[in-house]
């Protein structure tokens, strides 16, 4: 079975710019999550979706959103880019959404913020 | 307020000694808890997890992890370090109402000395 994968993988952008990542879970996890990581703040939450619906969200500003699609491939965006928003971004599946559910994480996308 | 501690930001150990990893939390009644690994440019791997019964739980690559609620504490132990252990580490922990909302600690950096 597949793992999660992220794309794309690397990415440089300018101030101002905005950002779409995408997160394709394993196949049959209906559960996304994303969450940010730089050294400064570590490993933050952004938010989680289930069956297409935000179930959860994090302490970011409004310039972070996501989505789910129905066969459960979710999309971030960040808009309005800062250099603060360069680091990691790693999404994760699940099966569920009951919280002792295990998760997958992909490999990231690094975000690099000029 | 929810919190994860790991006191240790770097630990050193030599290859074929012992190790422990703490971990204390702050997040009201018994939340589910969880040991991630991560090696470098990679995603985060679960080693183990918690939700109830019997406290001492195993997992993956020979690590086990030890839930004392009167501490609030999960650290994470192996009796016999690899040179391929070398890693950053992290607790995590959820809550059923929040879904899968993880909330890490600052992670421990493990170097192995061979």
């Known amino acids: 079975k597949a793992g999660v994968t992220q794309t794309p993988r690397y990415l440089i952008k300018t101030r101002g710019q905005q950002v779409t990542l995408s997160c394709s879970p394993i196949?049959?996890?209906?559960?996304v999550s994303w969450y940010q990581q730089t050294p400064g703040q570590g490993l933050q939450f952004l938010f989680e979706?289930?069956?297409?619906?935000?179930?959860n969200k994090g302490n970011f500003p409004g310039r972070f959103s996501g989505r789910q699609f129905s066969n459960s491939r979710s999309e971030m965006n960040v808009s309005t880019l800062e250099l603060g928003d360069s680091a990691l971004y790693l999404c994760?599946?699940?099966?569920?959404?009951?919280?002792?559910?295990?998760?997958?994480f992909g490999p990231g996308t690094r975000l690099l913020v000029l | 307020a929810q919190s994860v501690t790991q006191p240790d930001i770097h630990i050193t150990v030599s290859e074929g000694a012992s190790l422990e990893l703490r971990c204390n939390y702050s997040?009201?009644?018994?939340?589910?808890l969880f040991w991630y690994v991560q090696s470098p440019g990679q995603g985060l791997q679960l080693l183990l997890k918690?939700?109830?019964?019997?406290?001492l739980v195993q997992g993956i690559k020979g690590f086990e992890a030890e839930f004392k609620r009167s501490q609030s504490s999960f650290n994470l132990r192996k009796p016999s370090v690899h040179w391929s252990d070398a890693a950053e580490y992290f607790c995590?922990?959820?809550?059923?109402?929040?879904?899968?909302?993880?909330?890490f600690g600052a992670g421990t950096i493990l170097r192995v000395k061979s």
């Open positions: 979706y289930f069956s297409e619906t935000q179930r």
């Open positions: 196949s049959g996890h209906r559960s």
């Open positions: 918690y939700f109830s019964g019997d406290t």
């Open positions: 994760a599946s699940s099966l569920g959404a009951q919280g002792q559910e295990t998760q997958y």
């Open positions: 995590a922990v959820a809550r059923m109402e929040y879904g899968n909302k993880l909330v």
């Open positions: 997040y009201g009644a018994t939340p589910y």
